[in-house]
């Protein structure tokens, strides 16, 4: 097995000029899994892809070219797009997760729209004299309909309204 001249840290760069493959060693907590894959999936055109992980928070992805004979500069260049690919993928990971609530709430506007408003027919056929709910435990009542009597906070101001109109009246008087 001969050995690629690049610049990576130890251990995280493996290559084989015999065979013409090179596997990079990928950090799983800096970079998430759908972002590898999506960064293994470009290169499935040009060469055989294998994914394992070797060890806990490490993935490997293995890249052996498809052409019968893979210079080393070729290897140089297919580890260089491998790393740039997986930091374009991993930032279009970050920006998916960032704007999902964005997204889907267009997407369903834009769904609703497409059904369009409901026509006049539509509106003299729908029947409004249903029950709009069941509530057999009556938590739907209000409070005049469960207590026989107005709301702590309106009997309060309704007395204050009283007793300033009657102060007002008083005052009147003099």
């Not at 690049?6 to 015999?18: C, I, R």
């Not at 267009?106 to 709910?133: H, I, K, N, R, Y």
Request: charge should be negative; charged fraction near 25%; glycine fraction near 6%.
């Amino acid at each position: 097995m001969s050995t690629l001249p690049l610049q990576a840290p130890e251990g995280l760069l493996e290559v084989d000029l015999d065979d013409g493959s090179v596997s990079l060693q990928i950090d799983a907590t800096l970079y998430p899994l759908p972002a590898i894959y999506a960064a293994a999936y470009v290169f499935i055109d040009r060469a055989y892809v294998l994914l394992d992980r070797p060890v806990d928070g490490r993935v490997r992805l293995t890249l052996a070219s498809k052409a019968p004979a893979a210079t080393p500069e070729d290897l140089r260049a297919l580890v260089g797009e491998a790393a740039n690919e997986l930091l374009s993928a991993a930032f279009r990971h970050q920006l998916t997760q960032d704007n999902r609530v964005l997204v889907e709430t267009v997407t369903m506007q834009a769904v609703a729209g497409a059904m369009g408003a409901p026509s006049l027919a539509d509106l003299a056929d729908f029947d409004f004299t249903d029950e709009a709910l069941d509530d057999p435990l009556g938590i739907a009542q209000s409070w005049e309909e469960k207590h026989g009597r107005p709301l702590p906070s309106e009997a309060s101001a309704k007395a204050s309204a009283e007793t300033s109109a009657e102060g007002a009246d008083s005052e009147d008087s003099r």
